[in-house]
C-alpha cells in the first residue's frame, strides 16, 4: 500500500485500484490545490498500469464523500492579479484532471456513501460510474449557484451527457440535492446498495463494463454535442428560462448563467463546453453577490463550531450536558412549535397550559406538525401515532421536573411569567435548566426570586418555528456558561441556528428591525406612500416591505414591541402615532384581514386598501419637505430605511452584545430575511465602508442621533478598518 497525506492506494483485488480519500484531521473531505496534486501523482503512477481493470474512488469518512472544493483557498484568492484568466486557468487544471478519469485505460467508479456536492459531484461526474449508499445520509449535487458560481470543472457539461439536459438544469440552476434513489432514477448511479456492500458492488461493476465495454461506448457518446433537434433545444430553452428567472428573482446571475452554459454546452463537443464553462465561471468568480455569498457560508460554518460561549470557559462540548426531555409550559403558537421541534427528534415532550382549550388545541397543533413532511409536504398520520406515544400535555407540574429542559412560552406578561417559575422551580432538578421564549423582557429581571439563576436563559424562538431557524440564546446577568453552551447546544441538535445575545431590550434581531421599522412609519408621516415604501425594500432586497411586514406581524404586537424599545432608547424612537391610531381602527394586519393593506377577498391576497388615505391624512406633516417625501427617489429612500439599521448595529457592536460582528449579519439575514445576495448589514456596511457611510449620513443628521454614528462608527472610518474587523470571538 502506498501510503499519502489525503489518498490512500490500495489493491483490495490484483487488478483493482482504490483510492480512499480522508483528509488527516478533518471531518470532512475537501478538494484543496494539494489534494488535486495527489490525485494527479496517483493517476500518473496508474495510467502506465496495462493490468488494471479498473479504479474505485471513495472515502475514508463515513458518511461523507467529498464535500466539494476549499472554499477556503477561494477565499483566498479574491484579489490575485488578473482573476478573471486565474479562475479560468484554475478551471480549466481541475477539468483536464478530472477528464483523465475518463479517459484512463481501465474502468473508474465513484463509491459514494454520504454528502457528493459541488467539486466532488464534478469528480464523481467524470468517472464512468458512480455506486451509492442506500440511505438518508448520501445527498449528491450542485450548490454552486448558492455561492453564485456554478461547477466550474466541468460539471455542466457532464451533467448533461449523463442525465439529460433538464434534469442537470434543474439541479444545477436549483441547487438543491438529491438522495441514492432519486439518482438511480434520474441515471447519475447505476446501482444504489447497502453501505456495507459498496465496495463490493463497485467491484461487481468494475467486472460487468470491462466484459461489456459498455463504458468505452459512452465515453465516445459523452465526448460528443448532445443528439437534440434545434426545436427541442429552444423549446427547453424557453421553459427552463421561466423556472430559472423564478429561482433567480432577478437577484441572482448565477443561474441564469447556469442556464444558458449548459445549453450552449451541449451544442459543442465536450472539450469545447468545458473551456466555455471555464471562461463563464471566472466572470461569476469574485463579483460582489460571489463574495456576499461566500461571506454567508462562512457565517454557518462558523456558527456550526461555536459552543456559544469563549474557549477561555472551563466547559467544552463533551462536558455540556445534553438535552433529552424537554417540557413547555404554554401551549400556544410558540409553546406548540418548539414542543414540535423537540418531539420529531422522537424523544420524551411535555406541554402544559393552564387553559384545558388551549392545552387541548396544543397538543393537537403539535401533532399535526409532527406529522409534517418536509420532502412531500404532506402528512404523515403513522408518524403522528408513533410520537404521539412520547408525548403528553398535562397540567400537572410535577411531571415537568423529570425534563432537561423547561422552556416557558406563556403569554409575554411579566407577573405572570415570574409566577410561572415561582410555581415551578421546586419541582425542578439540580441541572434542570429554565428558559424564556420572551421576545421582549429581559432576561435578568425575569431571573429576580429565581434560587437557581444561573440556570436560566432565554431561548428567544422565531415564528414559526419550523421554518425560522434562527433562535436568539440569552445570556442573562447570572446565567452560567454551561447553561448558555447547552442551549446552543441543543437547539443545534434540533436544527437550528442559535445565536447568543447579551441580555437587552429587544435583544438583536427586534432591536436591528426596530429602527427599519420605525423608519417606515416616519417616512408615512412626510407622505411617502405605502407602496412605494414597500418597493424600495423589496429592490434592495428585503423579502417583503415594511409596511407588508407590520401587517404580518400583526399592528398590535408591534405596538407592543415598538414601545418596550422605543421606551429604552428614546434618543433614537419615539414610535410613530400611524400604528396605535390603526389599531385602534380595528386594524390588525393579516391576522383580521385588515391592516395597512386589506386581505379581505378569496383568497387573502395582499391588496391596496382605499379606505387607508383618509386614516393616514390627519398624520402626513404639513412642512416644506412634506412635498419632497411624497417624491423622494428610491435611493434616498433605501437610505433611509437601512442607515438607522447601520447606525443601531454600530451600538449593538460598542455594547458587545454579541460575541461576534459576524453575529449581526447571520441574525439578520436567518430572522428578518435580509437580503443574502448582500452578505448581511455589516457585509453591506464594510463593502462601503464606513468612511463613505459617514459621508452618506451627514445629509440625514438633522433627523436625529439615529443618524449620527457613535464612537465605534467614527473609528472605523478614520482607521479604514471593517466592522468585521472591529472584534471576534475565538469561533471566527
Ligand atoms: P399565545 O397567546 O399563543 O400562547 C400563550 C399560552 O400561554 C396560552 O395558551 C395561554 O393559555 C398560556 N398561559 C397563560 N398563562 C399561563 C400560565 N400561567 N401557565 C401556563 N400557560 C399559560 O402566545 P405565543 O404567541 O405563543 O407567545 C408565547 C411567548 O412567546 C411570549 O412570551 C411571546 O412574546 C413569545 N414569542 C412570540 C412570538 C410570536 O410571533 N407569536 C415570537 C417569538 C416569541
Same mark, same amino acid.
Given at each position: ?118 467539486? /466532488?459531484?464534478?469528480?464523481? &461526474? ?6 451509492? !449508499?442506500? #440511505?438518508?445520509?448520501?445527498? $449528491? *449535487?450542485? %450548490? ?120 450552449? /454546452?451541449?451544442?459543442?463537443? &465536450? ?6 464553462? !471555464?471562461? #463563464?465561471?471566472?466572470?461569476? $468568480? *469574485?463579483? %460582489? ?444
Amino acid at each position: 500500500m502506498v501510503a499519502s497525506a489525503a489518498m490512500r492506494l490500495s489493491f483490495p483485488e490484483p487488478s483493482i485500484a482504490l483510492l480512499t480519500l480522508d483528509l488527516p484531521g478533518k471531518g470532512a473531505n475537501v478538494l484543496s490545490q494539494r489534494v488535486l496534486e495527489e490525485l494527479a501523482g496517483h493517476l500518473d503512477t496508474l495510467e502506465s498500469r496495462q493490468d488494471l481493470a479498473g479504479l474505485v474512488i471513495g472515502s475514508g469518512k463515513p458518511g461523507q464523500f467529498i464535500a466539494g472544493a476549499d472554499l477556503r483557498e477561494f477565499l483566498a484568492s479574491m484579489g490575485t492579479p488578473n482573476m478573471e484568466s486565474f479562475t479560468f486557468e484554475m478551471c480549466r487544471r481541475g477539468q483536464r484532471l478530472f477528464a483523465r478519469l475518463s479517459q484512463v485505460p481501465f474502468v473508474t467508479v465513484a463509491a459514494i456513501d454520504g454528502i457528493c456536492v459541488g467539486g /466532488g459531484a464534478e469528480l464523481a &461526474s467524470w468517472c464512468d460510474r458512480r455506486v451509492m !449508499a442506500s #440511505g438518508p445520509r448520501t445527498q $449528491f *449535487g450542485f %450548490p454552486e449557484v448558492k455561492l453564485g458560481l456554478y461547477p466550474g470543472w466541468g460539471g455542466t457539461a457532464r451533467a448533461p451527457r449523463i442525465v439529460g439536459l433538464s434534469g442537470s438544469i434543474e439541479m444545477i440552476a436549483g441547487g438543491e440535492s438529491i438522495g441514492a434513489a432519486e439518482a438511480l432514477k434520474m441515471g447519475w448511479a447505476s446501482d444504489v446498495v447497502a453501505s456495507d456492500n459498496l465496495l463490493p458492488a463497485a467491484f461487481r461493476l468494475i467486472q460487468l463494463e470491462r466484459a461489456s465495454g459498455q463504458y468505452l461506448r459512452d465515453r465516445v457518446a459523452t465526448s460528443g454535442p448532445i443528439k437534440m433537434s434545434e426545436t427541442e433545444l429552444s423549446f427547453l430553452g424557453i421553459t427552463a428560462s421561466a423556472f430559472v428567472q423564478q429561482q433567480s428573482k432577478g437577484a441572482y446571475p448565477a443561474p441564469v448563467a447556469a442556464l444558458e452554459q449548459i445549453l450552449a /454546452g451541449s451544442r459543442v463537443s &465536450s472539450e469545447e463546453a468545458c473551456v466555455q464553462e !471555464a471562461k #463563464g465561471m471566472a466572470r461569476l $468568480f *469574485g463579483t %460582489p453577490i460571489n463574495q456576499a455569498l461566500l461571506n454567508i457560508f462562512f457565517l454557518t460554518d462558523r456558527n456550526k463550531k461555536d459552543l456559544g460561549i469563549d474557549l477561555s470557559a472551563p466547559v467544552s462540548n463533551a462536558t455540556v450536558p445534553d438535552i433529552r426531555t424537554l417540557s413547555v409550559l404554554g401551549a400556544g403558537i410558540m409553546g406548540a412549535g418548539i414542543a414540535a421541534a423537540h418531539l420529531k427528534r422522537e424523544l420524551p415532550t411535555w406541554m402544559s397550559d393552564t387553559n384545558p382549550e388551549a392545552l387541548e388545541r396544543g397538543c393537537r397543533n403539535v401533532l399535526d406538525e409532527v406529522a409534517f413532511q418536509k420532502e412531500t409536504k404532506r402528512k404523515d398520520v403513522d408518524q403522528a401515532i408513533r410520537l404521539a406515544a412520547k408525548f403528553q400535555g398535562t397540567t400537572h407540574l410535577e411531571l415537568l421536573a423529570k425534563s432537561d429542559l423547561v422552556i416557558e412560552a406563556v403569554v409575554e406578561n411579566e407577573q405572570v411569567k415570574r409566577q410561572v417559575y415561582s410555581t415551578i422551580e421546586p419541582y425542578l432538578g439540580e441541572q434542570t435548566i429554565l428558559a424564556s421564549n420572551t421576545s421582549t423582557i429581559p432576561i435578568s429581571r425575569l431571573a429576580i426570586g429565581l434560587k437557581n439563576p444561573q440556570q436560566f436563559c432565554g431561548i428567544h424562538f422565531f415564528n414559526p418555528v419550523r421554518k425560522m431557524k434562527l433562535v436568539e440564546v440569552i445570556r442573562g446577568e447570572h446565567t452560567s456558561d454551561t447553561c448558555v453552551a447547552a442551549a446552543v447546544k441543543y437547539t443545534k441538535a434540533i436544527g437550528k441556528m442559535p445565536v447568543v445575545v447579551k441580555d437587552g431590550p429587544g435583544f438583536l434581531v427586534n432591536r436591528l428591525l426596530l429602527p427599519y421599522m420605525d423608519e417606515a412609519a416616519k417616512l408615512l408621516e412626510e407622505g411617502v406612500s405605502i407602496e412605494a415604501l414597500d418597493k424600495a425594500a423589496k429592490a434592495f432586497g428585503m423579502p417583503m416591505g415594511p409596511i407588508e411586514l407590520y401587517d404580518m406581524v400583526g399592528l398590535d404586537t408591534a405596538v407592543f414591541a415598538g414601545k418596550v424599545l422605543c421606551d429604552a432608547f428614546p434618543d433614537r424612537f419615539s414610535g410613530s402615532p400611524i400604528v396605535p391610531a390603526l389599531v385602534a381602527a380595528g386594524r390588525l394586519g393579516c391576522k383580521n384581514g385588515i391592516g395597512f393593506y386589506s386581505y379581505r377577498n378569496k383568497k387573502q391576497r395582499r391588496e391596496p386598501d382605499p379606505g387607508i388615505a383618509g386614516l393616514l391624512t390627519p398624520f402626513v406633516k404639513q412642512t416644506p419637505s412634506n412635498k419632497a417625501g411624497g417624491g423622494m427617489k428610491k435611493e434616498a429612500l433605501t437610505e433611509r430605511l437601512f442607515l438607522p439599521m447601520v447606525t443601531e448595529a454600530s451600538r449593538v457592536l460598542q455594547e458587545r452584545l454579541v460575541r461576534d460582528p459576524r453575529d449581526v449579519d447571520l441574525g439578520l439575514i436567518f430572522g428578518i430575511g435580509f437580503p443574502p445576495f448582500r452578505g448581511g448589514l455589516l457585509f453591506w456596511a464594510d463593502t462601503l465602508g464606513a468612511a463613505k457611510l459617514v459621508e452618506m449620513l451627514k445629509p440625514y443628521a438633522h433627523l436625529g442621533p439615529r443618524y449620527q454614528p457613535n464612537e465605534l462608527f467614527l473609528d472605523l472610518a478614520r482607521t479604514g478598518k471593517k466592522f468585521y474587523e472591529c472584534y471576534g470571538s475565538a469561533a471566527g
